[in-house]
């Protein structure tokens, strides 16, 4: 964003005296207050650096993201190293406490759908 120096009596943060101001080209909203045209040229430069940094980190964001949605892989967990237990079958042939053999097949079932069993 293009900034511009003004010569305009103004008061900075805290509260002191100043000469110059920067401003946005095309506006006339102070954003900063300063004694000399020096300092004011200082502070001008530190704000292109800063949009320099932004627009670098910027691009290299979003380069990273396209990596890994383009190198992106499917994987049954939310770790690629992640993997399921097998289940035995036997254990769902025994007779359990609080479950029916009806449920106990469903269950199998469903296991086998998902290739856990």
Request: with cysteine; aromatic share 10%; charged share 35%.
């Amino acid at each position: 964003m293009p900034y511009q120096i003004k010569k305009r009596k103004c008061k900075d943060s805290k509260n002191k005296k100043g000469n110059y101001i920067i401003t946005k080209k095309n506006s006339n909203k102070k954003i900063s207050c300063h004694k000399n045209i020096n300092k004011a040229k200082q502070a001008m430069k530190a704000k292109y650096v800063h949009e320099d940094i932004d627009v670098t980190i910027r691009s290299v964001l979003i380069k990273l993201l396209y990596e890994s949605i383009k190198n992106k892989k499917s994987f049954k967990g939310s770790h690629p190293n992640e993997s399921y237990h097998k289940f035995d079958e036997f254990w769902f042939d025994l007779e359990g406490l609080t479950t029916s053999k009806e449920n106990r097949q469903t269950i199998k079932n469903y296991l086998k759908q998902m290739k856990l069993i």
